[in-house]
């Protein structure tokens, strides 16, 4: 079992940053998979951005050139840095990792004004 724990979210002006950090129960070093979706109001979860194996990065279109996720491996921790945020960035953002089965974070809300 493992558990992911997010923080960062908030209430931010349009244009504004956050940064968004998900805290993993034990190593990430040889993940599948581990990144961020979100679910916007009335709309489905979607991929925001993740790493996969190898270290590879991949990022849904709408936040291409304004998000960037990370990783450090000594913490078991991925960020995903947000700039540029837009009101249609607004939704709950879920951690998830995909190592021996694949678990969820309990999301953390980001709010961005007009």
């Known amino acids: 079992q493992v558990q992911l724990v997010e923080s960062g979210g908030g209430l931010v002006q349009a244009g504004g940053s956050l940064r968004l950090s998900c805290a993993a129960s034990?190593?990430?070093?040889?993940?599948?998979?581990m990144g961020w979706y979100r679910q916007a109001p009335g709309k489905q979860r979607e991929l925001v951005a993740h790493?996969?194996?190898?270290?590879?990065?991949n990022y849904g279109d709408s936040v291409k050139g304004r998000f960037t996720i990370s990783r450090d491996n000594a913490k078991n921790t991925v960020y995903l840095q947000m700039n540029s945020l837009k009101p249609e960035d607004t939704g709950v953002y879920y951690c998830?990792?995909?190592?021996?089965?694949?678990?969820w974070g309990q999301g953390t809300r980001v709010t961005v004004s007009s």
């Open positions: 998830y990792a995909n190592i021996d089965n694949i678990y």
């Open positions: 034990r190593s990430i070093f040889s993940i599948n998979a």
């Open positions: 790493f996969t194996s190898g270290s590879r990065t």
